[in-house]
Structures are given as structure tokens and as C-alpha cells.
């Protein structure tokens, strides 16, 4: 008996690291999807499709919520259907082991109200933008009194590290000035310490190499020199 984690994020900048760590761990084996839709239906997923052709009567696949196995509802109820007819136990995190019919059913209706959310919020996100976009024309402003869509352009990291540097800036004093999270801000800086540190030390290896060569080379002088004075005494000699 085989315990099998399935990770599916929709974007390739998100991470499953979330939730492995909310499952516990502890799996013999993990498969998972990065940057792939849950609409996609499951068995079209490389990772999926891969977990498809390992499992084996008396494994559980375990995942984190009904929408990691799927936005449609058919495919999900199919997929959940088809492992548990296949002798593999379906566990679903925070709801525990899916039974034959009724939690199949169950299961179905999560992932279709789990769709129906997201699209609740696109159509939510979709009209503030519009309302934001009609302000904006009439008014120079957004409905929030901003003066332009979205982000202020993230300048390059070098920048901003510099820049606080040279005002000696705190955090908070810097994201507000770039209109850039504090995280962003942390993380340029930590790059530009990481560069700096890194540009050091590669400038101590060179120095150390440059001293080692100057060494070599005083060291041969002076053995060209003992040897040029050894033959010359042997030269006098025999003269």
C-alpha cells in the first residue's frame, strides 16, 4: 500500500510547497501539475496522468482540496470514480476518505461550487476594472482616487537597494518612495547584500591568486638566480 500526494497549482510563479506542508508529509510517493488550469481535465495533466498509470489497488492518493483534482465537476466525480473502482482510496484533505456514490456526488458539487466562486470573482474583478476604467476617463481618477490602473512599474532591484542605501532608508520608507511592497524591497536588498558579499569574495579569491603568482614567480627568481650563480662558480672553477 502506496500513500500518493497529488499538488496542482494553476500558475507556474505559485508553489505546492503550501500544500504539502498543510497535508503533513510523510508520502511515499508525490505527483504533481505546476502552471496547468484545473479546467484541463485530469487525465490530460502530465503529472496526473503519470499518478494514472502508477497507482496500483490499495494505494491512497491524497490531496489537498476538491479543486486541486479538477474545476469540472463530471471530470472530477469521473477521475474520483475511476480510482476508487481501480481499489485506490480517495482522500481529500479536511474532508477524509470519498465513499462510492455519495461522496462521489458530494465531491462533484464542492468542485462545481468551487468554479462557480472563481467565476463570481472574475466577474467581480472584471467590474471594478470597468468602473475603475469610466472614473479614470471622466474624472483623471479611479472610483479609489487612484491616479492610474494598476502597479506603479517595479524598478530594477539594483535601484531600490542602492537607493536605500544611499538615504540610509528604512524599509517601509522605500516601498513607499519605489510604490513597491515591503517583501519586494527585503528581497532586492537581500539580493544586493548577496551580490555584494559574493563580488567580495571573488575579488579576495583573485587577489589571493595574484599574491600566490607574484610568490611563484619571486620563488623562481631566486632559484634562477642560485643556479645562474652555481654555474658561474663552476665556470671560474674550471677557468
Same mark, same amino acid.
Given at each position: 500500500?502506496?500513500?500518493?500526494?497529488?499538488?496542482?497549482?494553476?500558475?507556474?510563479?505559485?508553489?505546492?510547497?503550501?500544500?504539502?506542508?498543510?497535508?503533513?508529509?510523510?508520502?511515499?510517493?508525490?505527483?504533481?501539475?505546476?502552471?496547468?488550469?484545473g479546467?484541463?481535465?485530469?487525465? @490530460?495533466? =502530465?503529472?496526473?496522468?503519470?499518478?494514472?498509470?502508477?497507482?496500483?489497488?490499495?494505494?491512497?492518493?491524497?490531496?489537498?482540496?476538491? @479543486?486541486?483534482?479538477?474545476?469540472d465537476?463530471?471530470d472530477?466525480q469521473?477521475?474520483?470514480?475511476?480510482l476508487? @473502482?481501480?481499489?485506490?482510496?480517495?482522500?481529500?484533505?479536511?474532508?477524509?476518505?470519498?465513499g462510492?456514490?455519495?461522496?462521489?456526488?458530494?465531491?462533484?458539487?464542492?468542485?462545481?461550487?468551487?468554479?462557480?466562486?472563481?467565476?463570481?470573482?472574475?466577474?467581480?474583478t472584471?467590474?471594478?476594472?470597468?468602473?475603475?476604467?469610466?472614473?479614470?476617463?471622466?474624472?483623471g481618477?479611479?472610483?479609489?482616487?487612484? *491616479?492610474?490602473?494598476?502597479?506603479? =512599474?517595479?524598478?530594477?532591484? @539594483?535601484?531600490?537597494?542602492?537607493?536605500?542605501?544611499?538615504?540610509?532608508?528604512?524599509?517601509?520608507t522605500?516601498?513607499? *518612495?519605489?510604490?513597491?511592497?515591503?517583501?519586494?524591497?527585503?528581497?532586492?536588498?537581500?539580493?544586493?547584500?548577496?551580490?555584494?558579499?559574493?563580488?567580495?569574495?571573488?575579488?579576495?579569491?583573485?587577489?589571493?591568486?595574484?599574491?600566490?603568482?607574484?610568490?611563484?614567480?619571486?620563488?623562481?627568481?631566486?632559484?634562477?638566480?642560485?643556479?645562474?650563480?652555481?654555474?658561474?662558480?663552476?665556470?671560474?672553477?674550471?677557468?
Amino acid at each position: 500500500m502506496t500513500k500518493i500526494a497529488y499538488y496542482r497549482v494553476s500558475s507556474a510563479d505559485q508553489s505546492v510547497e503550501a500544500q504539502r506542508t498543510a497535508m503533513g508529509g510523510g508520502f511515499d510517493k508525490e505527483f504533481l501539475d505546476e502552471g496547468v488550469s484545473g479546467a484541463t481535465l485530469a487525465a @490530460d495533466r =502530465p503529472g496526473f496522468a503519470s499518478l494514472l498509470k502508477y497507482v496500483r489497488e490499495g494505494d491512497t492518493v491524497s490531496v489537498y482540496a476538491v @479543486d486541486r483534482l479538477g474545476r469540472d465537476a463530471l471530470d472530477v466525480q469521473a477521475t474520483v470514480r475511476r480510482l476508487i @473502482d481501480s481499489g485506490v482510496t480517495v482522500e481529500v484533505h479536511g474532508l477524509g476518505a470519498i465513499g462510492r456514490g455519495a461522496g462521489e456526488i458530494i465531491l462533484a458539487v464542492l468542485a462545481q461550487v468551487a468554479d462557480m466562486e472563481r467565476n463570481r470573482i472574475r466577474e467581480r474583478t472584471e467590474s471594478g476594472r470597468a468602473a475603475a476604467r469610466a472614473a479614470l476617463a471622466a474624472t483623471g481618477k479611479t472610483h479609489k482616487g487612484k *491616479h492610474g490602473l494598476g502597479r506603479k =512599474p517595479v524598478k530594477q532591484g @539594483d535601484e531600490i537597494a542602492a537607493w536605500r542605501k544611499v538615504h540610509g532608508a528604512s524599509i517601509a520608507t522605500t516601498a513607499e *518612495h519605489f510604490g513597491v511592497s515591503h517583501s519586494t524591497v527585503k528581497r532586492y536588498c537581500a539580493e544586493a547584500v548577496a551580490a555584494e558579499a559574493a563580488a567580495k569574495s571573488e575579488a579576495e579569491r583573485k587577489e589571493a591568486r595574484f599574491q600566490a603568482d607574484i610568490r611563484k614567480m619571486e620563488r623562481m627568481e631566486r632559484e634562477g638566480k642560485a643556479i645562474q650563480s652555481w654555474v658561474n662558480q663552476g665556470l671560474a672553477q674550471q677557468g
